[in-house]
């Protein structure tokens, strides 16, 4: 490369996840990062050779889904648990994809998310694979800091 400097992807294994502030756990994997623009279709009169598209409300299709090994932290636990016993808290949080030297390099912070699911873990005798929980959290929506 010529006098440019290489721009290389980032690796989707490094990040962190704070919830209200704080740094929470070591989280193996966290889906559900999505945003979509719906389309309004329209016809307009004697107009017969294609749809007019304009641009409709935002929305997250996809709850967020966060796995990690558990620990003897329970504060996910307790959150879901209250959420069940309808004491219901929102919090807003950000998942932060980190260079590999460590620094943050982006952040989707979401908004008034409370947990509508909470998996346990698979437990087998014959294998040595780590105990993961899954939280799923629904959101009030996502943005890019």
């Not at 740094?23 to 389309?39: H, K, P």
């Not at 307009?44 to 620990?71: A, C, D």
């Not at 016993?85 to 908004?111: C, M």
């Amino acid at each position: 490369m010529a006098g440019g400097t290489r721009n290389d992807p980032y690796m989707g294994f490094k990040f962190v996840v704070e919830l209200g502030g704080v740094v929470v756990a070591g989280f193996s994997e966290v889906t559900g990062l999505q945003v979509e623009v719906e389309v309004q279709e329209y016809r307009e009169g004697g107009l017969n050779e294609y749809m007019h598209k304009r641009v409709g409300p935002t929305r997250y299709p996809s709850n967020l889904v966060l796995k990690h090994g558990i620990t003897d932290k329970r504060e996910l636990w307790k959150w879901h648990q209250d959420v069940a016993h309808g004491k219901v808290e929102r919090k807003n949080g950000s998942i932060i994809l980190l260079s590999p030297a460590g620094d943050e390099v982006w952040r989707w912070n979401f908004e008034g998310a409370y947990p509508v699911r909470w998996n346990g873990p698979d437990l087998r005798a014959n294998t040595a694979e780590v105990a993961v929980e899954t939280l799923e959290l629904v959101h009030r929506g996502i943005t890019l800091a």
